[in-house]
């Protein structure tokens, strides 16, 4: 039903939308993807079984088309005057290949994303879980044993597993958005975040008791052109289909996370005469403004739009 055309071209960076309407609206679901431009829309009944014993009818509509146009389309309908999320519901899936009425130069396209894969992309990161303390903290603990040395495979190791970028990313899109809700989670992940690094230099610093070997730090200057490199980087690797993103958030993590992991392993081992912790620290507070203002204006830029957002987002407040 989702596969098919004349043309049949493989086709990658696609979106398979479904999108549940009560009975008899669906017909508002397909004008709205039509009006996009998708070529393939899809109509059926189901039945839908609720928790209390009821059941109702529904109209599932299903969508496969390019990336950009599954943006539009999920904006569009997030505004309309018929979406109501009370009673409607949508998914969005992401499809390694399809056969398509499109030649791949078109569905293949790979940006922008829906704003709310995004959204909810950096919720998860954001989300402040045992295995998020866990990570980090062992994850640095590896980052500042490997300054202690001195090891950059130890660092780049301790590094990799950092997710210290999304809540950056998810602070300046809450931004972006109006939706203080993510900012607020994007700022207390980013602050247990950075305690948990401190706390591990800390406890290497116990147990090793050596002077720190590692002092490639840069200055305020270079750090604020290269954190807004950076956040310019992470933005639009957020909204891309295309590319590692996983590879941005080491390029953010390894310019800003040695620097709480200093400050834990020197508040035990000691600041020496020629330490410029000062500077550092105001670096290190430029490096976060930077990256999340560099990276906040680059979402902008993208046409991330949060008016459906917040319409869903203020009625599931409510009704809870």
Known sequence: MLIAGGANFKTELMRLITVKA????????????????????????????????????????????????????????????????????????HPESLFGSEPPEKETYPITRPTTDVYEELWQFTKITISLVGRVFLSSALLAYGMVKDMLPLIIAGLLFLPYHHHMLATGLGVVLKEWRLLRQGLLALLVTTVMI????????????????????????????????????????????????????????????????????????????????????????????????????TLALMRMKGEGIRRFVSRMSHNG
């Not at 529904?58 to 390019?66: F, I, R």
């Open 198 to 297: 401190f706390l591990a230099g800390v406890c290497v610093a116990l147990f090793t008791k050596a002077p720190v070997g590692w002092e490639e730090f840069g200055t305020p200057v270079s750090g604020f052109f290269l954190a807004s490199a950076i956040g310019i980087a992470a933005g639009l690797a957020a909204v891309d289909d295309a590319g590692r993103r996983e590879l941005i958030g080491l390029a953010a993590t390894a310019h800003i996370t040695v620097y709480p992991a200093w400050f834990g392993l020197k508040i035990i081992s000691g600041f020496d005469e020629g330490d410029k912790w000062t500077e550092h620290l105001l670096t290190f507070c430029i490096n976060v403004t930077s990256l999340t203002v560099a990276a906040g204006i």
């Open 22 to 93: 009560p009975a008899g609206e669906g017909k508002d679901v397909v004008e709205e993807a039509l009006e996009v431009g998708v070529s393939h829309v899809s109509v059926y009944q189901a039945k839908e079984y609720l928790s209390d014993s009821k059941e109702r009818m529904q109209d599932v509509v299903e969508v496969a088309t390019s990336t950009p146009k599954a943006k539009q389309f999920i904006e569009n309908l997030m505004q309309s005057s018929f979406y109501d999320p009370d009673t409607y519901t949508f998914t969005i899936r």
